[in-house]
Nanobody, 112 residues
């Protein structure tokens, strides 16, 4: 059974940092590209970071230079480090196996 469990969300002031983790099970992690998405209230879910099996990252312009995605194949875990957070980064953050299963999400709230 495939499972993805996110952790690390919380409340932070604008300009602060948070780190998210997503532990996976039930897959051959090293063979999976991974991604982080977020969904703000009243908005569609959007991609915020993607990492290939080889470790190459992709970021949309909205987070480029502030967010860093990484992976640890030995721990079956993908991470998202978020720096210089903005109020508009608020939302539920989801981990996803690229094109596949989703985690349950973790709330990130950035206050002004």
């Amino acid at each position: 059974q495939v499972q993805l469990v996110e952790s690390g969300g919380g409340l932070v002031q604008a300009g602060g940092s948070l780190g998210l983790s997503c532990v996976t099970s039930g897959i051959t992690f090293r063979d999976a590209s991974m991604a982080w998405y977020r969904q703000a209230p009243g908005k569609q879910r959007e991609l915020v970071a993607h990492i290939t099996t080889g470790g190459s990252p992709y970021y949309p312009d909205s987070v480029k230079g502030r967010f860093t995605i990484s992976r640890d194949n030995a721990k079956n875990t993908v991470y998202l480090q978020m720096n210089n957070l903005k109020v508009e980064d608020t939302g539920v953050y989801y981990c996803r196996i690229a094109g596949g299963a989703w985690g349950q999400g973790t709330q990130v709230t950035v206050s002004s």
